[in-house]
């Protein structure tokens, strides 16, 4: 049974760091396209990072440079490093899975599976 766990969400200041961490359970994150996906009060979901199974990692503009997404497959965790955050990136993170090796784009509706999020707080 395929599932994906979220944690390492909490409050920092503008400035500060957070790492996410997603366990993933029913696959191995090596050979999966792998997403990092946000919704904040004032922004509609929104495809952060990815990575696909040949290590190929894209970036949404409002991030690049600050975020990082990374894996371990030893341990099959999918990570999300965020450095220098900002009031805006306030919102739920989800990461997610394709069936797929291949990421196409950060289209939320590509992926099928889904962790229940975690929450993300930056104050000025």
């Known amino acids: 049974q395929v599932q994906l766990v979220e944690s390492g969400g909490g409050s920092v200041q503008s400035g500060g760091s957070l790492r996410l961490s997603c366990a993933v359970s029913?696959?191995?994150?090596?050979?999966?396209?792998m997403a990092w996906f946000r919704q904040g009060p004032e922004v509609e979901s929104e495809g952060v990072a990815s990575?696909?199974?040949?290590?190929?990692?894209n970036y949404a503009a409002s991030v690049k440079g600050r975020f990082t997404i990374s894996r371990d497959t030893a341990k099959n965790i999918l990570y999300l490093d965020m450095d220098r955050l900002k009031p805006e990136d306030t919102a739920t993170y989800y990461c997610?899975?394709?069936?797929?090796?291949?990421?196409?784009?950060?289209?939320?509706?590509?992926?099928?599976?889904w962790g229940q999020g975690t929450q993300v707080t930056v104050s000025s």
């Open positions: 029913g696959f191995n994150v090596a050979w999966r396209c």
């Open positions: 997610a899975a394709r069936d797929e090796t291949s990421c196409m784009n950060r289209n939320s509706t590509l992926y099928k599976h």
């Open positions: 990575i696909n199974a040949y290590n190929t990692l």
